[in-house]
């Protein structure tokens, strides 16, 4: 069984900052890619951005320059700094990862429960 477990949400006003964390735990064998989505009100999951296991990343043209995918191996976490945060940016936040849970498996998709994230004065 894997989970995925984000952390870090919260209140904070425009201009600050949040770091949220996404710890993979359970049976796994490779963790391949991880990603970031948000879900504003209203509107459809999108991604924010997203990391591979060597560390190359992509971002949403909404927030390259603001945010910053890192991720640790070792713990098999990945983390998302979020600088300069705009009221756009409220929204619940979802760890995504590929996962492969034995060498005999395929790898599979997994998601977090999501953690809010509001931007408000």
């Known amino acids: 069984q894997v989970q995925l477990v984000e952390s870090g949400g919260g209140l904070v006003q425009p201009g600050g900052s949040l770091r949220l964390s996404c710890a993979a735990s359970?049976?796994?064998?490779?963790?391949?890619?991880m990603a970031w989505y948000r879900q504003a009100p209203g509107k459809e999951r999108e991604l924010v951005g997203s990391?591979?296991?060597?560390?190359?990343?992509i971002y949403a043209d909404s927030v390259k320059g603001r945010f910053t995918l890192s991720r640790d191996n070792t713990k098999n976490t990945a983390y998302l700094q979020m600088n300069s945060l705009k009221p756009d940016d409220t929204a619940v936040y979802y760890c995504?990862?590929?996962?492969?849970?034995?060498?005999?498996?395929?790898?599979?998709?997994?998601w977090g429960k999501g953690t809010p994230v509001t931007v408000s004065s």
């Open positions: 995504h990862a590929v996962i492969q849970t034995s060498v005999d498996n395929d790898a599979v998709n997994y």
């Open positions: 359970g049976s796994i064998f490779r963790l391949n890619v």
């Open positions: 990391i591979t296991r060597g560390g190359s990343t």
